[in-house]
């Protein structure tokens, strides 16, 4: 009466023993072996080396990542002639301001001297 087995064991010698349920199992059971089997073995074989698709794949990487980053130095680019030209436009506008308005902090004449008519 030492049973060490957890579950069910193929020599235990049930009687409820169903004779067709039991091949179609060890039969299905064969089957999910021999599949892990193959498995296993496409597992320790070594692939095809592919240079030529490993260099085209390098390639498009680098060419990928130089279109983005020139796409972006080129979109900065505008962006900083922009705004450039905003604070140009904005210099001229602040100047001309200031040429139809006098400056406050300038002093103001308390009488003018007519000119000679």
Request: hydrophobic content about 35%; charged content about 30%; proline content about 7%.
């Amino acid at each position: 009466m030492n049973d060490q087995s957890a579950g069910w064991s193929p020599d235990s010698g049930d009687d409820d023993y169903d004779g067709e349920g039991h091949r179609l199992r060890s039969r299905l059971e064969r089957t999910l072996m021999d599949r892990a089997r193959r498995a296993a073995e496409r597992d320790r074989q070594k692939g095809p080396r592919r240079p030529l698709q490993h260099a085209v794949a390098w390639t498009a990487a680098v060419v990928l990542t130089l279109v983005i980053g020139l796409g972006f130095d080129a979109f900065l680019t505008s962006v900083q002639k922009v705004l450039r030209m905003l604070d140009e436009q904005e210099a001229r506008q602040k100047q001309q301001q200031e040429q139809v308005q006098p400056d406050p902090a300038k002093p103001i004449p308390a009488y003018v001297v007519p000119g000679d008519e």
